[in-house]
Every structure is written in C-alpha cells, then in structure tokens.
C-alpha cells in the first residue's frame, strides 16, 4: 500500500522507566509514517497513573527521541492543537466519555468491593474457571446506579462486553482476528479514584487526536478487541492498528531482565537509550538497526538514513516474528555508519570520548588521525583506545612487547637502533619517506616486516595494534618518534 494520506501517528509511553529500544522503534516506525507520508507525529505521555510514576523518566524519553532525531510535531513540551498531551491532565475528558458509554448502555457502574472480587476469584480458581467479572452489576438499573454513585458510594466504570456474538478486529500486519465475545471480560475502564485505565484514555486519545495509524507493541493484542468494541461502541472511526515484533534477549528466550540488561553492559551493551550514546554508538547506527529489526526493505539492502528510511519504509514489510536482539548486529551497523561519516563530523564526535579519556586533542592532529582510525572503528569509544597515544607526550610500552615475534631482546634492540638510524638519517618522516627504506632494512636484518615493524609499532604507539605504522609516525612527528625508539631500546637493553 502506497501511503498518501497524511498520517497522524502516535507514540504513547508511560514514564514508569527507561526508554529501550524497542520503544524506540516504535517510535521510529511512528515517526517514518508521518514523515513519509507529510503527517505528523506525535508525542503522547501516558503518564496518569501516578504511583508507576518515575521522576526522571520522562526527561530521558525526550532527550533520548531528540538523540535519534525523532522530532515530535505535537507534544507535552510543544503543545499543539489537540492538547492537552499528558493524560494526567484529560481526566475529565475520559470521564465525559465513560458517561457517554454508560448513556448509551456500553458500560455501567459496578459497585462490588475488593474482597468480594477477591472471593469470586478465588472460587474460580478453585473450579479451575477462568478468572473473570463475575457480572453482578451489570444488571444494575442505570439509574439507581447514578443515584448511588451520587451518594459518593465507591464504584468503578466496566464496559458491558456483549454475551453473544463475536467481533473481528483487523491488525495490520497480522490480518483479522475474530474472537468470541463471551470470552471476553467486562473489563474494568474507570477506576474508583476516578482514574481512566489505559483501555479508555488512549481509545478516547488517539480519537480526539485524530490518530490514523496506532503503532504499539504486541503486548496489547490480547485487549485489541475490547478497544475495538468502544471505539465501535461510540461510533468513531477506527485507526489502523498495527501490533510489530516483540524484542527477545539475545538468546530469544523470553524478554530481556534487568539483571540481564545490567549484565550487557558490563560488555558494553545496554537495551537503554539513554545508555548508547557514552558507550559510543551513533544515533544512525542505532535507527537503521533498529529499523531492521522487524522490517525489510528488499531483503538485502542494509544500508539505510534516516532519509533512506523516510522514503522507503513500508507497513507492508513488517515482520510479526518475534526478533531476537543481535548486539553484534548493532555493531555492524555502528560500523557501516561510522565509515560513512566525513572526516570532521566523526572527528567532531569522536572528541569527546578522548577528553573524557583525559587526553587533551588538538583539533588539526584530530583531523589527521580519524581517517586511520575510521575504517576500524566500532563504537566511538574505540577512539582513545586505538589512537590515544598520537596525544601523549610519552607512551609506556610494556617491555615484553618490544620483543620482535621469534627474537632475543638483545637482536630486538639492535634491530630497533638500526632503524633508529636509518629513521634519524630521514628529512622528516612519512609514509613515502620511510616505508620503503624500512622495508629494505627489514631484509638487510633478515627480519620479517612483521618482525621490524613490529618492535617499532610498541615502540612509537605504545600498543601492539595500532593504525597504519607509517602513517601515524608522520603525524607524531620526527622528534617524538625517535625519542620514543630512543626509550624501547634502553627498555630492551634493560631485558638484555
Ligand atoms: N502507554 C502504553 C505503553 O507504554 C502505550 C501503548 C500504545 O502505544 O498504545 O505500553
């Protein structure tokens, strides 16, 4: 289906914790449609049940969206013109239409106290029935319910599920469920301190907010039904509703925990938003993964912008399967989208993970080192571990590692000062400079490259794995670079 009515979609968190990745995807998919389509997207707290409330929470959600890019056209912050976008603040509003409901005989007051439900619940678990309304009130006369409700006796709003027939709802991705309405329950809609449960405010919600595609994990199938029969039950037209993939742990058994998500990031892995950004991944990583993860473009391309997705995304190419997170998957994609970045905006992003580091980084020696560094970059954070050293005055190789693959220490440092020599006899030194040179000492040494350069590699960056030799000797410059083989050779001469 090509889509070329503006839609109007919505993404509807309640801050009772932290943002995840699969909130974020949906939120993508939320905002994709819109974009794509000239809608708008907007942003919607679910945030009335206060004592799931988690201060904090709702900060994180919108620097995490902002983060990814997902600029909401409505919300709480911005208003707009189906305001308020904080259900805590449209308490009313959902009263007025519980009433309705009740008016028009969809609903009604139920007057049954907790322990009496608790007995009836207990009962039905004893004859192994499903645990459910026992329907008491429903044949309550309307009015006398008023009356008593009137009285400030306590009561809760439950909708009237019809005893016979059943109702087919359609998913989009999932096609038409039908299910028995005598399986259903008569679900509760206002509680008894006058708070609308989810079932009623977002069904209310995404109708005066004129919301034409509800994206929402698949938890909410199970209740899709019974949104159905209010939104039926007063007349209004339906959204599209589209139910994605849940996400797995890693081993796709089950959801993730959080002592297992505590776990991930000891690795350096979060299923948090809010994480990503100081454990070094790039918002673009994070969107095309995360796009993919329940939806495909042809099967192939895995490449995708913001832009890219923008214009190719498409319900129709959902996946309802249940997707495992694949944290080496994301790193691919941090990957593929780091190398895509120019020179000055990595070196610009890169910055602040050596600072924070402790490195003080010099923007022009910055802008040199990032393209050897950029092809083998994963995360951000691999900066000041792979090239750290080109902004220390001293590195401090361990004496061990001096030692060419096969050799003494003593022909390891006889080795090191005859390039020494040879580096000391250059002009200046640079790839073109002193590659070859070396490569012809190497032989004269009846060493392999492998061997020479690598006592020279600990020797100028510290490390055993490092960007391309020559290259980083030439931006370390000729003094540090025969300062720092002075130092290896007195350090293997100690071995010796
Ligand atoms: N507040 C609900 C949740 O966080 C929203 C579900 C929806 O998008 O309708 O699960």
Redesign the pocket.
Known sequence: MTQIKPART?????P?GRTHLG?AR?ALYDYLLARQTGGQFILRL?DSDRKRYVPGAEEELMRSLHWLGLEWDEGPDIGGPFGPYRQSERKDIYQEVARQLIERGHAYYCFCTPERLEKVRQEQIKNKQNTRYDGTCRGLDPEDGARRVANGERHVVRFKMPNQGSITVHDYVRGDITVENSNLDDMILVRSDGLAL?HLA?MVD?QLMKITH????V??LPTFPLHAHIIRAMGWEEPIFVHPSVFLKPSGKGKMSKRESAEALKDGYSIFIGDMEPLGYLPEGIVNWAALMGWSYDGSTEFFTMPDLIEKFSLDHLNPSPAAINFSKLDHFNGLHIRSLTTPDLARRVKPFFEAQGYTVDDVTLLRVTPLIQERMVTLDDGPVTAGFFFKEEVSPQPEELIGKDMSPAESSQAAQKAYELLASLPDITKDTAEEPMRQLAEQLELSTGQLFGILRVAVTGQKVSPPLFESMEIIGKDKVLERVRTAIDLLNALA
């Open positions: 919505r993404f509807a968190p309640s009772t909130g949906t679910e989810y977002a995404d509800v994206i929402r994990t938890e909410w």
